[in-house]
């Protein structure tokens, strides 16, 4: 074999060989691009209400078992009796407390007592919700002796709280930011001077405090700034609420986030029964985290 025959055979060995990485590499590119797009479509679908079963939820339609708050703890010592046959539930707060723009008059706690009698417990529920009041009105509301009594002997105890706070300091379309944070502050005291008082007549049972949602999203120049504002004063809740045993945060924000205003009574402030049943949802799932 001649000098000149050798280099072109040899040539051509590297130009083989050459085309085979090129080929092989094109291939890893191309599953790599198909595992990204099926990993992007998948984590959208389930952040958009799929779920990893494959059972996707339908827009509009109430999950039967919502996705639970990001801070919920389970196994932890204090949750729900699950052995015993009556649940205690006592309800405290505002106008979502007491269930206000529910046409079936249940609100979520009236559908959380219903998942419970579901379940084949006996509910004995106290609501003490009081329409208009604000976290100044609740720490008042603590001293009656009625309220504690009711408190101590609680197997749950659920609490909406702040939305009022947040609502006379808006002052919107203006949107007042120095009320906000002045109201803000004094939210986060009363918070910690309220869990503190519930927690020194009941060391046992769960609390469940609503986080805010934004029910300002159709005032479409101020969304941005008000979904700021709100998630700030749930990051504030999350602050407080985690200085104390057994209590959650219950995430709202998301569940009007998307379509709101489907889930909003007419006042477009409160929600109507379907946003109640949403709420009330991610309540019992985040239930099942301390059960």
């Keep these: 074999m001649n000098r000149d025959t050798e280099v072109k055979q040899q040539s051509k060995r590297r130009g083989s060989a050459s085309r085979r990485v090129v080929q092989a590499s094109i291939w890893l590119s191309l599953i790599a691009t198909v595992l990204l797009i099926v990993g992007f479509g998948y984590g959208a679908y ?6 990893a079963a494959g059972n ?15 801070n919920t703890k389970s196994g932890k010592p204090g949750s729900v009796n699950t052995q015993s046959n009556t649940i205690h539930l006592v309800v405290l707060g505002d106008s979502l407390a007491q269930g206000f723009g529910d046409a079936s008059g249940n609100g979520f706690a009236g559908d959380v007592a219903a998942d419970y009698r579901h379940e084949g417990k006996r509910v004995v529920m106290t609501n003490l ?23 101590t002997p609680a197997s749950v105890i659920l609490l909406s709280i702040g ?3 947040l609502n006379n300091a808006a002052g919107l379309p203006a949107l007042n930011l120095q009320k906000i944070t002045a109201a803000q502050r004094q939210f986060h005291t009363n918070l910690a001077v309220i869990l503190k008082q519930l927690r ?25 700034q008000t979904n700021a504002v709100v998630e700030s004063w749930n990051f504030m ?8 045993s057994n209590t959650i945060v219950v995430r709202t924000f998301d569940l009007f986030e998307l379509g709101g205003a ?9 929600p109507n029964q379907t ?17």
């Design 200 to 224: 020194s007549w009941n060391q046992t049972a769960p609390v469940l405090l609503l986080g805010l949602y934004n029910p300002y999203e159709n005032v479409t120049t101020k969304r941005q």
């Design 262 to 270: 489907k889930y909003l009574y007419a006042d477009h402030f409160h």
């Design 163 to 165: 939305g009022n706070d």
């Design 237 to 244: 809740e999350d602050t407080v609420a985690a200085k104390f």
């Design 56 to 70: 996707s939820v339908k827009p509009g339609q109430v999950p039967s078992r919502a996705q639970p708050s990001a």
């Design 275 to 291: 946003g109640y049943a949403r709420i009330a949802a991610r309540i019992w799932q985040d239930l099942q985290g301390v059960g």
């Design 46 to 51: 389930v952040g958009f209400g799929g779920t």
């Design 129 to 151: 919700g009081i329409d208009g009041l604000t976290s100044s009105g609740l720490r008042k509301q603590l001293q009656q002796a009625s309220v504690r009594q009711a408190v």
